[in-house]
């Protein structure tokens, strides 16, 4: 791994780590896993789109995510490429507990809390996956999907830094860097209490 690579995977500064057995857990579901993960994909370009689409004003938003949209679309893609390789079809989407839990905790009656929240919730989505990612890299048997993941974390280890950044474009730094430890703690504190499932990506 490279020591740029090792540099973002210190500075995730997850609460809680993932519990070692999904590793193991999510190599005995491939297909569940997989779909899950196209899911999560294309949810991300999805939310990227919405936040464009919410705040058209803010150029440097507009400017930083398009590029991003197209990425996760071409993840999302790839996904499938995997999934079909294996003879597996897309299958349906599933409840997104962990997603959901997070959302709640968004603030909605100001304009500029709303957006700081949305922003650092993507930063949040985007460390776990990378952890995510690099554990399916080191701990699957399938060789083909190491090498597919250790990509994808090295593509995806700094898109929660341009989250947090793009949030400090438009609110203080203190400001940002408050709220995004107190949605460390609450991020940390829904997995606590979530049941660890090898067939879903969070």
């Known amino acids: 791994m490279s020591e740029e690579l090792s540099k973002q995977g210190h500075m995730l500064h997850l ?3 993932t519990d070692p057995r999904w590793a193991d857990m999510a190599g005995k579901s491939i297909e569940g896993v997989l779909v899950d993960h196209a899911y999560c994909e294309q949810k991300a370009a999805s939310s990227c789109i919405s936040l464009i689409v919410t705040f058209p004003e803010l150029t440097k938003l507009v400017e930083t995510l398009t590029p991003i949209v197209a990425e996760e679309w071409n993840h999302f893609e790839r996904v499938l490429e995997q999934l079909k390789k294996r003879g597996y079809t897309l299958g349906r ?3 997104d507990e962990y997603v959901n839990q997070l959302m709640k905790h968004i603030r909605k009656s100001n304009r500029d809390e709303h957006l700081i929240d949305r922003l650092l919730i993507g930063a949040l989505i985007e460390a776990r996956s990378c952890e995510r990612f690099k554990m399916l890299w ?3 048997e399938d060789e083909e999907l190491q ?3 250790y990509e994808l974390m090295v593509s ?3 898109h929660y830094v341009t989250f ?3 949030a400090r474009e438009y609110q203080t730094r203190e400001v940002v860097d408050k709220r995004w430890q107190e949605f ?7 997995l606590r ?3 660890v499932r090898g067939d879903r990506m969070h």
Not at 184 to 190: G, Q, R, V
């Open 164 to 166: 947090i950044e793009l």
């Open 138 to 140: 080191q701990n699957i």
């Open 193 to 195: 209490n979530m049941e």
């Open 184 to 190: 460390l703690e609450i991020e940390a504190d829904i």
């Open 93 to 95: 989407m599933r409840k």
């Open 15 to 17: 609460k809680l780590p």
């Open 147 to 149: 090498k597919f993941y």
């Open 156 to 158: 995806e280890a700094g």
